[in-house]
């Protein structure tokens, strides 16, 4: 009687009594421990979005609604964004570039627009220095440089050269920064010079959202890998920060503003 009430069948019933998993819970743990697997390599960093199109990529028919409640269920977890201060130095008596970015951050092909940005990273013997250098069209870190200074010729000028040797300019392109006093100064515009299709372009005074893109850089790399990290010394810091950019982001992570792509493979497409 039961059975009929309940419409399941006397089988199932009397196998539930036994403990037998039903095929969905079956199903729910194969899935799950491809969650885990997915989160895993994510450095624990991926949400139910990502979870879901990281599986749909290895054609497993799952729906967003059911991974995110398998996580729940399970307390899989994304780190936590943490507010992120943006420090620039913008008091200087030098030049500043007019805004020819003005927030314009699609490009339709690598070499029209690169956004660069400098941020600190604390270790227990001091500080670190990382300024990094991306192209809108597939938001890759084409060059990057850590120091233990804020000296112009080992932040912005090596990653901007480094940018130039992944990446040589053939067509106009804009350089998009804020108006810090290492992308201001003589030095670093010497250095611009020297290839004249590049167009320096500078945010607007106090204005973090003219360089969005670099700034999201950063705000997702101090939640993915120095935030809950507590470095020992300098070079155990810069070895996890190579291993993020050069590993992780650019060649695993999916990035939502790709379509959940990451920028190896568009770079490759």
Known sequence: MMCKVF???????????KGALS???????KLLALIKEEHKK?????????????????DVEVSRPRVARLMKQANIR????????????????????ENLLNRNFTAVTTGQAWVSDITYIRTLTGWLYLTVVLDLADRK????????TMKVKHTTVAALKMAIK????????IFHSDRGVQYACDEFRKELKAYPLIRQSMSRKANCWDNAVAESFFKTLKTECVYGNRYQDQRRAAMEIFEYIE??????????????????QMTVS
Request: proline share 3%; aromatic share 12%; net charge positive.
């Open 7 to 17: 419409k399941v069948s006397r089988s199932g019933y009397y196998d539930s009594l």
């Open 247 to 264: 590993v992780f982001y650019n060649r695993i992570r999916l990035h939502s503003s790709l379509g959940y792509r990451t920028p190896e």
């Open 141 to 148: 870190v084409i060059g990057w440089a850590l120091s233990e």
């Open 166 to 173: 992944n990446r040589p300019v053939t067509q106009e392109l």
């Open 23 to 29: 095929q969905r819970a079956q199903e729910n743990e």
């Open 42 to 58: 994510s450095k624990r960093c991926y949400g139910s979005p990502r979870i879901f199109k990281a599986l749909k990529a290895k």
């Open 78 to 97: 994304a780190k936590m964004v943490r507010r992120f201060r943006v420090t620039t130095d913008s008091k200087h008596s030098f030049a500043v570039s």
